[in-house]
């Protein structure tokens, strides 16, 4: 098999077995790798109903045929496990550490955990060789001291390790895997890792990729590497990185402010990119061998946070921990990011359970005798550290908040879900829906809830439809959005390959690694089928049409200013066009018996019901 080591490594943590099984060729070639082959694992092995937090319940570490070839934008890997914040079927992707070309050249295509180890484990694959490994000591450690810790015991800094911090030991629903500043975190990965005892995984390897048809590879290598040197946007995007969106999204009203409430910020140009810029970055980093170093390294060099060094912040940090707590002070920003980094947090879930119970303690819906005598002000951005310590160590007040938005708002009551930003009980990313209605679909579709990179609508809505506002070809602009991700996220593209390549130059590199000659049509019917699959999985759990919403504030609470005043979403209107674009049932939301059929699905469904 051209691009694939043709091993799954299997790990039983409860009683220490390790089995390697093939990847099966026909399975590889309907689902691709990374997400694709990580929900059809995960849709067989997943008993239904199962709790995440279950030794019975697998989480799967994958990549896909063109990790370790050197393909331009590919250094990530896929993490999929049933979501403790929503129940669903989640995945996460990092390129943080050069996880994903060192699985390959360790010698797998993917690692399946289960079970639960009697003490702190991490598990080490070095070259083929697996062992699973006293980790006691690293137990307590953030993910930067672990990762430093681990290299060190290993004597080789060269080893990738991927860590969980006290967050995800901790069982906060929002934990994840943070790696070399990057985060695998939406799906609540690291909380998962954390109930299985599982501190890190470390792996290193000298095998190598084959490669199918080396010529046709070396030819799109040239032209890959000729458009993102002729791309003008390529320049802008290095030097102000993922920042550099938050000019556009303030400037269209879709920077969410103070949990979503409104759309103008006085603080707004503390938060704009040219001053996140020159405030605190001092070089640029990228992924494994990525030739658009979109990252940043930034150092705090004045204020209360001075001599923080730290990645980052991206613009879902800024959007969730700034504007939408009403932070102005970048500074501030960058501080929260590196705690939530440091112990292990989504930042987006962070930042959103904060501004939720600051809108609920200024309703006077909860009070200093609920908050640990906090006083919880929107801006106020000593009350969004303690938080953050509170919930990273389930302390106090914390507890509750490490639950997640959804949960929280179930506890407090009082209507309080009419404004708890999530669905499915995964937190809004940076984007106010009612100023992006295509974006409100996403949000309500997407198989793990409100997950921005499911198949993210601006670039399409304000450069294609120029429409954001009604929901004039929302279902057809989804269904197109949601299988370009899907498809990328099984081939495992960073989304921000769009600066070098399109969606068949992602397709001529498959098909040169792998020899498989996937054509669009194929390709189509492929992500058709995994996001279908991803539906069927989270059928069998119970979600329906009615689990596809928006919190009551995007339906029914026009934004009150800026430049999509007076807008809601139009969720029915858009989610009946798409069912239809999807062939699922317009009253139940269940894919029809004859789109199971057409997607080559029916046997699966049949067997593991
Ligand atoms: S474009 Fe940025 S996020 Fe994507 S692989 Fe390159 S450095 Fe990483």
Not at 20 to 42: F, H, K, M, P
Not at 394 to 423: C, P, W, Y
Request: some cysteine; overall charge neutral; proline content about 5%.
């Amino acid at each position: 098999m051209r691009g694939y080591m043709g091993k799954i490594l299997r790990i039983d943590l409860t009683n220490e077995k390790i089995k390697v099984e093939s990847l099966d060729q026909t399975i590889a070639r309907s689902y691709v790798g990374g997400r694709g082959l990580g929900s059809y694992l995960a849709y067989r092995e997943i008993a239904p109903k199962v709790d995440p937090f279950s030794p019975d319940s697998s989480i799967y570490f994958i990549t896909g045929p063109l990790q370790g070839t050197l393909t331009p934008f590919t250094p990530k890997f896929v993490i999929i496990n049933k979501s403790p914040l929503s129940g669903s079927l989640s995945r996460s992707v990092c390129g943080g550490g050069g996880f994903g070309p060192g699985l390959k050249y360790a010698g797998y295509d993917a690692v399946v955990i289960k079970g639960k180890a009697k003490k702190p484990v991490y598990v080490l694959i070095d070259d083929g060789k697996v062992e699973i490994k006293d980790a006691q000591k690293y137990w307590g450690m953030t993910t930067g001291e672990t990762q430093s810790a681990i290299k060190k015991d290993l004597n080789d800094n060269s080893v990738s390790v991927i860590p969980i911090g006290p967050a995800g030991e901790k069982l906060v629903r929002f934990s994840g895997v943070i790696v070399s500043s990057r985060a695998a975190a939406r799906g609540g990965t690291g909380a998962v890792m954390g109930s299985k005892h599982l501190k890190a995984i470390a792996v290193r390897g000298a095998k190598s990729v084959c490669v199918a048809d080396i010529g046709q590879f070396r030819k799109l290598l040239e032209e890959t590497y000729t458009t993102i040197r002729e791309n003008p946007a390529v320049a802008k995007r290095i030097e102000l990185g993922t920042p550099g969106t938050v000019a556009v999204s303030y400037s269209s009203g879709i920077l969410p402010i103070m949990n979503f409430s409104r759309s103008t910020f006085e603080g707004i140009q503390g938060l704009m990119p040219e001053m996140v810029r020159d405030t605190l970055y001092i070089h640029n980093e990228s992924c494994f061998g990525c030739p658009i170093p979109c990252g940043k390294l930034g150092f705090i060099k004045d204020g209360p946070y001075k001599g923080t060094v730290l990645p980052g912040p991206e613009y879902e940090t800024i959007g969730l921990l700034g504007s939408n707590c009403g932070i102005s002070d970048i500074r501030a920003v960058a501080q929260a990011n590196y705690l939530c980094n440091e112990y292990g947090m989504d930042t987006i879930s962070t930042g959103s359970v904060i501004a939720f119970v600051m809108e609920c303690y200024q309703r006077g819906l909860i009070t200093d005798k609920d908050t640990d005598d906090m006083k919880l002000k929107f801006g106020d951005p000593e009350i969004v550290m303690t938080l953050i310590e509170k919930i990273a160590h389930r302390e106090g007040f914390g507890n509750l908040l490490a639950e997640g938005t959804k949960r929280v708002s179930e506890v407090i009551g009082q209507d309080s879900h009419k404004f708890a930003m999530h669905s499915k009980g995964q937190d809004f990313a940076a984007y106010d829906p009612r100023a992006l209605v295509g974006m409100g679909l996403m949000y309500a579709t997407a198989t793990p809830g409100a997950n921005h990179s499911f198949g993210p609508t601006l670039t399409a809505e304000r450069v294609g439809l120029k429409d954001m506002l009604t929901h004039k070809e929302k279902g057809k602009l989804n269904r197109k959005e949601q299988n370009k991700y899907c498809l990328q996220d099984s081939m495992i593209f960073c989304s921000f390959s769009r600066f070098g390549m399109d969606e068949r130059q992602q397709l001529r590199f498959t098909n040169a690694v792998t020899g498989w000659n996937y054509s669009d049509e194929e390709a189509t019917l492929i992500a058709d089928r995994i996001y279908t699959l991803e539906r069927l999985f989270n059928v069998r759990e119970g979600f329906s049409k009615a689990d596809d919403n928006l919190p009551w504030r995007c339906l029914n609470e026009p934004l009150p200013d800026g430049p999509a005043k007076g807008n809601t979403v139009p969720l029915d209107r858009m989610l009946k066009d798409y069912y239809e674009e999807r062939g699922w049932n317009q009253d139940s939301g269940m894919p029809d018996q004859e789109t199971i059929e057409r997607l080559g699905l029916s046997d699966l469904v049949s067997e593991y019901r």
